[in-house]
Each structure stands twice: as structure tokens, then as C-alpha cells.
């Protein structure tokens, strides 16, 4: 029970690649390719509020649920289902295993990796949606694989359904995160 926002809690404490393994922002019927994609995406995001609270002093929280305790939701961040989830989709638990410790980077610092559904043939800037500072690495891309295509998200960051047409053409899940992901680079960061 948390007395400042007057909620109870279930917080399931986990490491973040179980973490990964549980999520359901897609499905198994994706090539490997684009599930590391996804992975490497939502670690990334992951660890970018993790490490933005200890960086705030904040060891059981991030910055944006400081007053819940937690680090990320499990419906509004990314979509956690839980170990059944994992044992449904056993390419993205492959993934995982392929890319672990990889998240996106902006001048050797994780960055957040928002990603969104598909896009109406280009990405949105931060600003242009959530106004606020600029992130350099969140700016507005072309996606010719979106054109035709109705905006389905907020828009900015990565289109999935763009990603993984460009996995679809040959593109490697690290060139797609860079693509996306404008000035970035993508390491290992354990």
C-alpha cells in the first residue's frame, strides 16, 4: 500500500532480462531479427528509467513513479504479461538471449526508446509531442515503409510495424535501432 498516492501495489521484482522475456509488445510470429529489435528497444527503455532514479537517488523507483516505488508499469511503460507470456513467445525470450546487456546509447549514455506501432510515413519529434526539452536522438525520421498508413501510437521514436518491414528487407536489428534512433549507437552495457 503506498500512502502518498493511497494504491496498492503488486510489485514483481525482477532481473531485467526475465523482465524482457515476460513482455507482449509482440508477437512470435516475427523474425528473430525484429524480436531483437524489440528487446533491445524495451531494455533500453527499461534501463534508462532504472538507472535515471539511481541517478536521483532513488533505488526503488524512477523518476516518473517515484511515488508509486516502482521503476516501470507494467501497462503504461510496456506491457508485462508475466511468465506466460515468455512461454508463448519463445522467439522474443531468443532475442533476449541474443542481445543481452545491448541498449541504445547517445554519447555513451542509455537513452529512452520510446516505440509505438506504426506511423503515417515519417516519426514524430519529442517536442513536437511531449514538448518539454529535446532529446537529440528522438527526432522526426521518414519511414516509407508507414506511407499509406494511418498514425497508430504517439509517434515518436520507433515504428514497429517500419521496423520490421526494414528487418523484412535485410536491415540488421542494430542498424534499424540506429535508424530510428537518430546519432546513436548501440553496446553492451553488461
Known amino acids: ?19 524482457l522475456k515476460g513482455l507482449a509488445e509482440t508477437s512470435n510470429s516475427s523474425p528473430v531479427e525484429f524480436q531483437k529489435v524489440m528487446a533491445t528497444a524495451a531494455r533500453s527503455y527499461a534501463m534508462y528509467h532504472y538507472l535515471r532514479g539511481i541517478n ?13 516505488g ?9 506491457v508485462y504479461r508475466g ?30 526508446t520510446p516505440y ?10 519529442w517536442v513536437e509531442v511531449w514538448g518539454g526539452a529535446a532529446m537529440a536522438w528522438l527526432k522526426s525520421v521518414i519511414v516509407p515503409q508507414d506511407n499509406g498508413k494511418i ?26 535501432l540506429k535508424y530510428f534512433y537518430t546519432g546513436t549507437e548501440v553496446k553492451k552495457i553488461y
Open 1 to 19: 500500500y503506498n500512502d502518498t498516492t493511497k494504491a496498492a501495489w503488486f510489485i514483481n521484482e525482477l532481473g531485467i532480462e526475465g523482465y
Open 116 to 125: 509505438f506501432s506504426n506511423s503515417d510515413g515519417h516519426t514524430r519529434d
Open 151 to 176: 498514425l497508430f501510437g504517439h509517434g515518436v521514436g520507433l515504428s514497429a510495424r517500419g521496423a520490421l518491414a526494414m528487418v523484412n528487407e535485410g536491415q540488421t536489428w542494430q542498424n534499424v
Open 83 to 112: 511468465y506466460n507470456s515468455e512461454l508463448r513467445l519463445s522467439s522474443l525470450s531468443q532475442a533476449v538471449e541474443a542481445t543481452k546487456g545491448a541498449v541504445v546509447t547517445f554519447q555513451n549514455k542509455p537513452v529512452i
Open 70 to 78: 516502482f521503476h516501470v508499469d507494467s501497462e503504461y511503460d510496456q
Open 56 to 68: 536521483f537517488g532513488l533505488t526503488n523507483a524512477s523518476t516518473k513513479h517515484a511515488a508509486e
